[in-house]
C-alpha cells in the first residue's frame, strides 16, 4: 500500500471517504436530481457529508455513513492500487489551485494516468473544450483543430469523454500534446463503452479525473456534476456547438459564475447544433474562430502565435476551395459550381485534400478545415 | 423384369446423372421409389400412375420398386417423372425400345400424360453430353434452351402418349432451334442518359464499368444512386460467347432463362432483409443465391447499413475468389460469381444527413449505421462517390451522355487491359505486384508517396489508389500514370477509416 502512496499524490482519508460516499449515494441523488436538462442538483455536494446524507437518504443515512466510516485507510489506498489510481484532495498542494474557487468543489480527486499532468493543470493554462454530443462534421471538425492547436501550443486541453464534440477534442490534443478527461463515473471506468480506446489512449498519455472512486458507475447526475470539475479547471470554457438547452451550456453557465473566461464558435444561425453558442456570443462572450482567438484571449492579443497557413494555390485549385468555402461538400456540386468537367473537379479536390485544406468525411463529402490560404492567391 | 433409364438430378447448377432401375415382378401391388428421393421424386408415384393410365397404358398391379443409383446421391424436384415411367413402361413388357439405355430422359408429367418443364435443362443437356448420351429427351418447353448445348441430340416430347411411336421410329420430331444468346443490352434497357447533370458521378461510374472496380455511393434518398447502378450493366462491355454461357446456364438452374437473355449482363437487387444463404447461395438442398445470379453481372445493395451483418461477411470470400464454395455434410458445392459489386447507402438513418437541421438521428444511431460502412465487406470497395441531390436546373436540363457512348470508352479501356493483363482479366483484379509493375510518372508517384507518409496509409490502400489511377489512365488511352490520373484516382478511392 506503501507504494501506490510514494509514488503519486496523497489524499487525506477523510475526503476520500467523501468519494466512496457519493459512489453510495449515486442512487439517493438520482432521485432527487429532477432529470430537468439544466437542473442544478450538484448545489447538493456543497453540504458537508453529514448533511448531504440527511438530505439525500434520511433513511438509511446512519448505515450509510456507518459504512464509509468503517473504510480503513489502508482499504481506500488499496481499492486505487487494485484499479491503477491514485487520488489527491483539497489539503494537499497536488489539488488544482483553481478548484478552489467553487464553493463545491470535489473533495477529492481519483486520477489515472500521469500524476504530473495535475501540476500542469496551473490557471492560467487549461482550457476546457465542450460541445454537444450530436455534433456536425463542422463542430467536429472545428473541436479537433482547436483541441490539436491548444495541446499543440502547450495549453491542457479539458473535456469530458462523451460523444462528439468532446471526443474530437480529445483526439486533436492528443495529436498535438495533452489532454485532461473529467469523467462522471470512475477515473477507470469507459464511459461511453464505444471510447474505450479513446479513454485508453488519455490513460495512458493524459489524466482521466474523477471525484467518484475506481469503479463507480455512471448516473444521471454525475454529468453536471462532473460538469462543475470541468468549469472550474478551465481558465476559459470553449463552448463549440450546443442545441439550446444542452449539459454544455451549464458546464459555461458555471463556468461565467467562477468568474473564468467564456469563449464560443460561431456556427449559421439557422443550425441548432450552433444555437447555444450564438446565444453566448450574443451574450458577450469570446468569439473563438481558431486556436489563436483561445490564446489571445487568455494571454492577451499577440502573445503567442501559431502560424497555420498551407502553401499557396494556383487558380483551379484556388476557384475549387471557394466552392467548398461556398457549401458544396460534394465533387458533383464543385464542379457544377466551377462548370468544369467531373474528373477536373476530382483532381482538385484531391489535391486540396492532400495540401490539408480539406477533409473527407467517411460519407464522401469534404468540408474546410481551419488552415488559412496564403494572401493573394485568390481566396 | 428389369428396366433401366438414365435422367439427371439438380444440384446447385450441376446436373449429376442418375440412373432409374425398375423392377416390376409378382406380389403384392405396391409402387416403391429408394435411393434417397425428396418429397417431390416420391411423388412421382401417383403422377406416374396417373398419367399411365391416361394416356392409354395399363399400370401393373404388381410389386413395383423404383431405384434411384447412385444411391448416396439426394435427388431432387420432379424431373424424374419421364424416366421412371419410361423405365416402368419397359418393365412391364408395354413399351419396346432397345434403345433406351442410350437415350436420357428428364421432364415432370402432368396427370394426363402430357409433359411441363423443368430447370436448368441447359445444365442437363451438358451433363448428357458428358455423360456419352445419344439424346436426350426433354420437355418440348426445355428444347431451345437445351440445344444451347452443342454436341447432343435434343427430343422434345410434348406427352408420354407420343413414348410408344418415338420407341418404334414412327415419330421424328423436329429438333428445336437453341435460343439465341444476347450478349448487349436489348434496345429499350435502361439509358444512362436518364441520369441528367451529376458529372462526377457519371464519370465514377465510368471508371468503376471500365476497371471493375466495386463501388459504394451514399447520398440523400431521391438523389439518383438507383438509377445510377441499374444504368451500370448498359455501360459494361458485351459478355464474350462463353460468359453468356455462363450466365445462361446460371439462369437455366434457376428456372429464369427468358427473362436474363433479353437482359444481356444480370443485374440483381436483393431486398437489405435477404438472408446469408440468399444472397450466396446454400439452404438443403443447396440453391444458388443472389452473388450466383449476378454471375457476370452486377450486384446491386441498395441501403448497404440495412443489410444483416452475418450476410455481408459471408460475401466476403466470394467477392474475392469469384466462386461461392458451400460446404455441407452431404457434400462440397462450388458455385460461380464473379460479378461487379455495387453498394448504394443514405448518409444517416433518417436519410438527410447530419448537414440538415432536420435530421432526427441520435449521435450513436449514426455511428452504428455509419459502422456498418467500414466493416469488412466496405474493406473490397475501391471507389466512394458521395451523390447529392441534383438541382432543379440539372432535372430539367439535357439528357445525359449515352451508355452506348460510354460504353466505347469503357471497351477499350478493357481492351488494354486484357493486353496487359491477359484475356478476361481486368484492373480490379490485379495483384500488388502487377499494380506496381504498371509505368507512373514521378510526379504523380511523388503524389501518391505524399499521401502514404502523411495519412499513414495501409498497403492495400496503396495498392487499391494505383490500381484506380491505371484504370483512369486506361480511360484516357494512356500508357503511363499522371499526375492528373493520380489526383483523380486519390479523390475517388475510398478511403479507409
Known sequence: MSAGIERGPRACPDCLRRSWLLELLGPYLERLATGEPGSRSPELLRLPSEELVAVAAPKVAGHLVARVGALSEGHLAEALEAAGCWACCRHGDEYPEQLRDAADAPWALIGRGDPHLLAALDPCGTVTVVGARRATSYGREVARALGRELAGAGIVVVSGLAFGIDACAHRGALDGGRTVAVLGCGPDVAYPAAHRSLWRRIAETGLALSELPPGASPWRWTFPARNRIMAALGAMTVVVEAATRSGSLITADLAADLGRDLGAVPGPVNSRASAGPNALLAGGACVVRDAQDVLDAMLGAGAERLERSGPALAEPLAAALAAVEAGEGTCDGVAAALGVPGPDAAAALARLELLGYLTYSPLGTYSRTLLAAPKGSGI | ?497
Open chain 2, 1 to 497: 423384369m428389369l428396366a433401366t433409364a438414365r435422367t439427371f438430378t439438380l444440384d446447385g447448377i450441376f446436373a449429376r446423372p442418375v440412373r432409374v432401375e425398375v423392377d416390376v415382378h409378382r406380389g403384392l401391388p405396391g409402387f416403391a421409389i429408394v435411393g434417397l428421393p425428396d418429397a417431390a421424386v416420391r411423388e412421382a408415384r401417383e403422377r406416374v400412375r396417373a398419367a399411365l393410365v391416361n394416356c392409354g397404358f395399363e399400370f401393373p398391379l404388381q410389386r413395383i420398386v423404383v431405384n434411384l443409383a447412385p444411391a448416396s446421391l439426394r435427388k431432387v424436384g420432379p424431373g424424374m417423372d419421364l424416366a421412371i415411367a419410361a423405365a416402368l413402361l419397359s418393365a412391364a413388357g408395354q413399351l419396346e425400345w432397345e434403345g433406351l439405355a442410350r437415350v436420357a430422359l428428364a421432364g415432370e408429367l402432368a396427370l394426363d400424360g402430357s409433359t411441363r418443364p423443368v430447370p436448368g435443362a441447359l445444365a442437363i443437356a451438358e451433363a448428357a453430353r458428358e455423360d456419352g448420351v445419344e439424346a436426350l429427351i426433354l420437355p418440348a418447353e426445355n428444347g431451345p434452351e437445351a440445344a444451347l448445348a452443342s454436341g447432343i441430340d435434343v427430343i422434345p416430347l410434348d406427352g408420354l402418349g407420343r413414348l410408344a411411336a418415338l420407341a418404334a421410329g414412327e415419330w421424328e420430331p423436329r429438333r428445336p432451334e437453341s435460343l439465341s444468346l444476347r450478349l448487349e443490352p436489348p434496345p429499350g434497357a435502361p439509358d444512362l442518359a436518364d441520369l441528367r447533370g451529376q458529372p462526377h458521378l457519371r464519370y465514377a461510374l465510368e471508371v468503376a464499368a471500365a476497371g471493375g472496380h466495386s463501388m459504394l455511393m451514399i447520398g440523400p434518398p431521391g438523389a439518383g444512386k438507383s438509377l445510377a447502378a441499374s444504368r451500370l450493366p448498359s455501360i459494361l462491355p458485351p459478355l464474350a460467347a462463353a460468359e453468356a454461357l455462363e450466365v445462361a446456364r446460371v439462369a437455366s438452374a434457376c428456372g429464369r432463362l427468358d427473362a436474363v437473355l433479353c437482359g444481356g449482363r444480370p443485374f440483381r437487387a436483393p431486398h437489405h432483409t435477404v438472408s446469408p444463404a440468399g444472397l450466396v447461395g446454400g439452404g438443403v438442398p443447396p440453391r444458388p443465391g443472389e452473388a450466383t445470379m449476378a454471375h457476370r453481372g452486377v450486384l446491386f445493395l441498395d441501403e448497404l447499413c440495412e443489410f444483416r451483418r452475418d450476410a455481408l461477411e459471408a460475401l466476403r470470400a466470394p467477392l474475392e475468389g469469384g466462386e461461392v464454395s458451400i460446404s455441407r455434410a452431404a457434400g462440397r458445392l462450388s458455385l460461380p460469381c464473379r460479378f461487379m459489386l455495387v453498394a448504394a447507402s443514405n448518409p444517416c438513418p433518417c436519410g438527410r444527413g447530419e448537414a440538415d437541421p432536420d435530421c432526427t438521428c441520435t449521435p450513436l444511431g449514426v455511428q452504428r449505421y455509419q459502422g456498418r460502412l467500414s466493416g469488412a465487406l466496405a474493406d473490397r470497395i475501391d471507389i466512394l462517390a458521395a451523390v447529392r441531390q441534383p438541382s432543379a436546373a440539372e432535372i430539367g436540363g439535357e439528357p445525359g451522355e449515352r451508355s452506348a457512348d460510354v460504353r466505347v470508352r469503357v471497351c477499350e479501356a478493357r481492351r488494354r487491359q486484357e493486353l496487359r493483363l491477359g484475356p478476361g482479366r481486368c484492373n480490379a483484379e490485379m495483384t500488388p505486384a502487377e499494380a506496381r509493375e504498371g509505368a507512373v510518372e514521378p510526379p504523380a508517384a511523388a503524389l501518391l508517396a505524399d499521401l502514404y507518409a502523411r495519412r499513414r496509409l495501409s498497403g492495400r490502400a496503396h495498392d487499391r489508389a494505383l490500381r484506380l489511377a491505371r484504370t483512369v489512365a486506361d480511360l484516357r488511352g494512356a500508357e503511363t500514370v499522371g499526375e492528373e490520373e493520380m489526383a483523380q484516382a486519390l479523390q475517388l478511392r475510398r478511403r479507409d477509416q
